[in-house]
């Protein structure tokens, strides 16, 4: 009896256990479809979470593209190119990109900056059991371009070895501005000898080289900076004109000097704007004087101004060629030009040759300060003191470096 009561037993107790095998069975086969939609939608989450992280660097990257190819100067179609093919490079693929500078919303919309978003639409996974139609994702960067400094000197050779040189018994003092060399050398910027320099801050797209320390309000040379952009490049040159002009008076006209001029004696160049087909002279003991005056010289023609000639003329403060002296043609071929003269001296606003080298030797500036040398190379042998605080006399600030930081 006992025996068939413990069968009796153990047959309800598999009974029981049948019973919740089988309620396990159905309560596991009816929540799969939860569980692993609920897996899926987490692994789901989580690649929308990395795209998006992963197309905020395409927006990242193509903004600052953008906003280097505006600093060296392009146009906007150039601009848009650059900050696309980053984005391409980057894996946007299908995706959508849109370009503005300057930027369309948010706080820099006055400001020089590149504004970039990207956009794509991923496909659905795990959650297309539940819903259809793809996953919208979109990011947004703005690229702000700063200029770090302003520039008294500005050296726009790539690779000259002492393309800005500072030499000799040389005392040089910028206030409220910098030297720029754009050259990637390691001595691209190179003081030698026992020249002295100060400055706001000395900087270069390679490295310095100096001989003595120099004095600057940065706390050290900035070296391996984006080069500068030509100032001037959008400048158009001034056309020749007829007929030909005589350098031979006392009172120069403007116009097309097709010889060349050869000054001496005391000379006075009337305000306008001469174009000059050959060398430009002026001989020992001249006194040259002269306001409101642009000296463009045409091709590879070059400038020497003798160390005993007095020489003050100064640019126009306003109009086309504001605060532009003297033009070197940006078409001609590689030459040198030198400026020396007296300590009385007085050569106002810039001296700008992008295709030359200047030579610069007189122990003089402009008036107030207000010299600014933009050419090929530079070699400075005069003590000068040049100042930038020059927008009265119609002469623009010079970005000595610019720098682009990703800020929204």
Do not use: H
Not at 1 to 16: D, E, H, K, Q
Not at 35 to 51: D, K, L, M, P, R
Not at 71 to 84: C, E, L, M, N
Not at 372 to 384: E, P, Y
């Amino acid at each position: 009896m006992a025996r068939n009561l413990f069968s009796r037993i153990r047959f309800a107790i598999n009974g029981i256990c049948r019973d919740t095998y089988a309620n396990v069975a159905i309560i596991f086969a009816l929540s799969l479809p939860i569980v692993v939609g609920a897996a899926g939608f987490g692994i789901e989450t989580s690649f929308w979470y990395y795209n998006s992280l992963r197309l905020q660097a395409t927006a990242d990257a193509a903004a600052y593209a953008g906003a280097l190819e505006q600093i060296s100067g392009s146009d906007k179609p150039t601009i848009v190119a650059a900050a696309t093919q980053s984005a391409a490079s980057n894996g946007l693929g299908s995706g959508t990109i849109v370009v503005n500078t300057p930027p369309a919303s948010g706080s820099n919309t006055a400001k020089k900056a590149v504004e970039v978003v990207v956009g794509q639409n991923l496909d659905r996974m795990f959650t297309s059991l539940f819903t259809q139609g793809q996953v919208p994702e979109q990011a947004r960067a703005v690229a702000l371009i700063t200029n770090a400094s302003k520039a008294c000197i500005l050296a726009l050779d790539p690779s000259a070895s002492k393309a800005a040189l500072f030499s000799g018994n040389t005392s040089v003092k910028l206030t409220g501005c910098s030297v720029m060399a754009n050259s990637i050398a390691s001595d691209a910027l190179k003081l030698q000898g026992s020249a002295s320099l100060q400055a706001d801050c000395v900087v270069s797209a390679g490295g310095v080289s100096l001989s003595n320390p120099v004095t600057t309000v940065c706390p050290a040379p900035i070296t391996q900076a984006l080069p500068a952009a030509d100032p001037f490049a959008g400048l158009l040159a001034p056309a020749a004109s007829n007929p030909c002009q005589d350098d031979s008076k006392a009172t120069l006209s403007p116009g097309t000097y097709c010889s060349g001029m050869a000054l001496k004696g005391n000379v006075t160049l009337s305000p306008g704007v001469y174009v000059v087909q050959g060398n430009l002279k002026i001989n020992a003991n001249a006194a040259i004087t002269g306001s409101g005056v642009t000296i463009f010289m045409s091709g590879s023609s070059t400038v020497s101004i003798n160390g005993n000639a007095s020489v003050k003329l100064s640019a126009p403060t306003s109009g086309t060629y504001s605060g532009v002296l003297f033009y070197g043609d940006r078409t001609g071929n590689s030459a040198s030009s030198t400026f020396n003269g007296t300590a009385d001296s007085l050569l106002t606003g810039a001296i700008y040759f992008p295709k030359q080298q200047i030579s610069y030797l007189g122990n003089f500036s402009g008036n107030g300060g207000c010299t600014q040398v933009v050419a090929d190379t530079i070699q400075w042998s005069g003590n000068s003191t040049i100042n930038q605080d020059c927008a009265s006399l119609g002469m623009r600030d010079i970005p000595a470096t610019q720098s682009v930081l990703l800020v929204e």
